[in-house]
């Protein structure tokens, strides 16, 4: 398992994409960003009940919280858009596909 370590709000809008693009294949992401299961697993969910604004780390007094643009906001938003895109368009060709295999593609 993955430990644990610290990453930017930009970073966890990345790391989130990538796991929306590959279907929540959270063991594939662990793998590929070195971050644990339980920190993607949180990202991911707090991303779906708030957005990007909710991938911010609040913790401690002590440390500057980086603030991202608004333009850096949308850039992490539309590329968490353009993986459930991706992953939407994945879907819909297998459909397609399952279908033609069952003999009619109607």
């Given at each position: 398992m993955?430990?644990?370590?610290?990453?930017?709000?930009e970073?966890?809008?990345?790391?989130?994409?990538?796991?929306?693009?590959?279907?929540?294949?959270?063991?594939l992401v662990v793998?590929?960003?070195?971050?644990?299961?339980?920190?993607?697993?949180n990202w991911?969910?707090?991303?779906?009940?708030?957005g990007?604004d909710?991938?911010?780390d609040?913790?401690?007094?002590?440390?500057?919280?980086?603030?991202?643009?608004?333009?850096?906001?949308?850039k992490a938003?539309?590329?968490i858009?353009?993986?459930?895109?991706?992953q939407l368009?994945?879907?819909?060709a297998f459909?397609?596909?399952?279908?033609?295999?069952?003999?009619?593609?109607?």
């Amino acid at each position: 398992m993955a430990k644990g370590r610290k990453t930017t709000q930009e970073e966890r809008a990345e790391i989130v994409a990538f796991c929306i693009e590959h279907n929540k294949n959270y063991g594939l992401v662990v793998e590929t960003y070195k971050v644990s299961y339980q920190q993607i697993y949180n990202w991911v969910r707090k991303y779906e009940e708030g957005g990007v604004d909710k991938l911010k780390d609040n913790r401690g007094r002590t440390k500057p919280v980086e603030e991202m643009t608004e333009v850096e906001k949308l850039k992490a938003e539309m590329k968490i858009l353009e993986a459930k895109n991706r992953q939407l368009e994945i879907e819909n060709a297998f459909i397609k596909k399952l279908q033609e295999l069952k003999g009619g593609g109607r």
